[in-house]
């Protein structure tokens, strides 16, 4: 069967891992920043290079095509280039090297495709320097206003309209990604989590992506002395907020094996060893497949007493997200070509966001994943065996090669009952 | 018996308000910043007024001395004049005007005393703008070096030792306070507790100041993608440190009623709520006027386990303060004042530290309490009603004038058995 390079793999992975490397393994690569851009500039000059066409949409998501051989809809890949702070070199990065790789090998084997074939770089992915997360693909499919995500600043007061503007990637609407011109979106990405891993397996067959419900808890006491205010007499927002985590915890953890959920970030005012904690807010973050168990989790934070250790507890939605299945078509090319390369593999959803859960909103997507090792991701370790990334890319060129081939003219986009 | 002017004292209080006044009810005065500056300013053309005389040390604690009419050692009364951020009109600063007060009321009404009296203003009780708390009476006391506190820089990067040259203040270290020519040192302060005003009683007569120890405890988990990490593989500091600060919360409560225990600060890292918190510490103050029952507090966290929810748990001492008991004899004249005085007190101990309790290491000292209303303390609610002011400084006076009268050489600092 057709594979890419392990060696132009390796180099392009190891070139992109100096923009915004930071001295530890690991990479800073906000959205837009100098490093970013450098990234992009490199991505381009390599497209250019093997003689694709690059524009880029009003948005600065660059699409750089290699033509078909008939008058197709095109076949999109990609991914991201931006990273989270002190992030690690194949989240996202992987997806849009290893799709510029399976263009590098078609072109330099002289295979031609029926369909265009177009590598993606999607902007902000990650969201950290302009919330939210996925920002691009959301405008695009109609998650965002426009107008809401250009107005977003950093931290430093630039907006991302600016960012945009400075960049020296902003093209033209018309531009973006044309759900009715395009076949089918295909993304390799890292898995982030440590399940292929920890079965020693290659290859994740990506059946869709978890819904979510995020939620702010915010447990109100009274701010007073540490020393001057005896213990019976105290609202002490921490130690109830620290009682509620464990509580929901204990709920939480009985409504579905498979449902994640995390306190992530706990802030607490006015955070004095000497001040008894008057004001806790905490995050709640539940992720699963079926709506029905984000149901629960929400009716349990819903459940929740109106006063805990004297303090008022009051919940608001941060944001939710419906679940997303990929296009069943598209995962049976992924798991068939998994299976016919000889590469262990498994079913699985994602539990982190990606820009293919709002392609798939537009036309029918899939994704494969490769193994994060030691599960570890969003910090300076997360790492991937350029084995497994040079075999999710084969993984990768075979599927597109299947979708090019296969003379459908429209893939089913509504999962099988 | 005699009485200072109520009004005179309502008139100080509204004006020494005034010096960086919140708008919200309260004062931002960090020491020795411009409005802490003004406020000492005004105490001091005061004190001249009054025929004091003024001297500063090397710390810039004022010193303003009536003269009395034998060759003997003299009583010393004051508190301090900073604030917190966004804190109190009264804390620390009733304790210099009620001074000052008592200082007028004498000059005004001609009475003369044996010993010479002295106003003091401490610097920096607060410990905010340069930490720690208590700063310059611990310098005095023995406590901190003086080359470690002059070093010491606030967020600008301003150190003390460049506040001090600035502030016009600093005078010569032959100033300072010297216990061999003091014969009682006394401070009226609020209680910065709901004590007295729930009970309804005018005075707290304080018997000391309760030990205290301070810990950071940390947790160290793993930071992981909120999504991807399946609740089995997670090593989720914040969900640790929660049962944590649970179980040491029903530990600690079961030592000793009169136990103050507080977790009052809470840091997360990284604090997304996408994101599996890796690290997590907190802080953990303890107060007791009994040094056994501190150490009980010590032997729980020191059988802490080495591991909670999968997570490595570490604590280190931050600090650590021996209780204070104040000169006995001292104490009962406040006793017997207040009680002839006919207002409603209790004995008591300070769970807050005060300057009084570094002095105590020097020479016999006391303190006297008055209400805080609703016990609000470090906030901009903080208040104390004006007759219970104008109560406290009547019985600072009358204090003063038997310590003066005692003809006692010395005082005893131990406390009875």
Redesign the interface.
């Known amino acids: 069967m057709p594979a890419v390079s392990r060696e132009r793999l390796k180099e392009k992975i190891d070139r992109f891992k100096t923009f915004g490397r930071t001295g530890r393994g690991g990479i800073s690569r906000l959205s837009l920043s100098p490093p970013a851009l450098e990234a992009r500039a490199e991505f381009c000059r390599r497209c250019r290079a093997l003689g694709l066409d690059v524009t880029t949409d009003d948005l600065a998501n660059i699409y750089a095509t290699r033509g078909g051989t008939e008058a197709l809809p095109r076949i999109v890949t990609g991914s991201h280039l931006d990273s989270v702070v002190r992030g690690g070199c194949h989240d996202g990065t992987l997806g849009v090297l290893a799709a510029l790789e399976v263009v590098e090998t078609l072109v330099g084997e002289g295979v031609p495709t029926r369909h265009p074939l177009t590598v993606m770089v999607w902007t902000n992915e990650e969201g950290v320097r302009f919330p939210p997360?996925m920002m691009s693909s959301g405008v695009l499919a109609g998650k965002f206003g426009k107008e809401a995500v250009l107005a977003v600043r950093d931290a430093d007061g630039v907006s991302f309209a600016e960012a945009l503007r400075l960049s020296g990637y902003q093209g033209e609407e018309r531009n973006r990604l044309n759900p009715r011109d395009c076949l089918a979106y295909l993304e390799l990405h890292i898995?982030?989590?440590?399940?292929l891993h920890?079965a020693g397996e290659t290859v994740g067959v990506v059946l869709g992506v978890?819904g979510?419900c995020?939620y702010t808890i915010t447990v109100s006491g009274?701010?007073?002395?540490?020393?001057?205010?005896?213990?019976g007499?105290r609202r002490?927002a921490?130690?109830a907020?620290?009682?509620l985590?464990?509580r929901l915890?204990e709920e939480l953890?009985g409504l579905d094996?498979?449902?994640?959920?995390?306190?992530?970030?706990?802030?607490?005012f006015p955070?004095?060893?000497?001040?008894?904690?008057g004001e806790?807010s905490?995050?709640l973050?539940a992720?699963h497949q079926d709506r029905l168990v984000l149901r629960r989790v929400v009716e349990a934070i819903k459940s929740l007493p109106p006063e805990i250790e004297s303090c008022a507890v009051r919940h608001e939605e941060?944001w939710a997200r419906e679940p997303t299945a990929f296009a069943p078509e598209l995962v049976e090319y992924v798991r068939k070509n998994a299976d016919a390369l000889g590469y262990p593999n498994r079913d699985m959803y994602?539990?982190?966001?990606h820009d293919a859960q709002y392609a798939q909103d537009m036309l029918p997507s899939a994704m494969i994943f490769v193994p994060?090792i030691n599960?570890?991701?969003?910090?300076e370790e997360e790492s991937t065996n350029l084995d497994d990334c040079w075999k999710g890319a084969n993984v990768l060129l075979n599927t597109i090669l299947d979708v090019d081939g296969s003379g459908v003219e429209r893939f089913t986009s509504e999962p099988v009952a």
């Open positions: 997360a898995e982030q989590g440590p399940v920890d978890a979510m995020n009274q701010a007073n002395h540490a020393g001057a205010t005896p213990m007499k002490d921490l130690f907020a620290s009682r985590i464990c915890h953890a094996e498979s449902l994640v959920f995390t306190f992530g970030r706990i802030d607490c955070n004095l060893h000497t001040i008894v904690p806790v905490f995050s973050d992720r941060a994602s539990g982190a966001g994060s599960g570890l991701s969003h910090c």
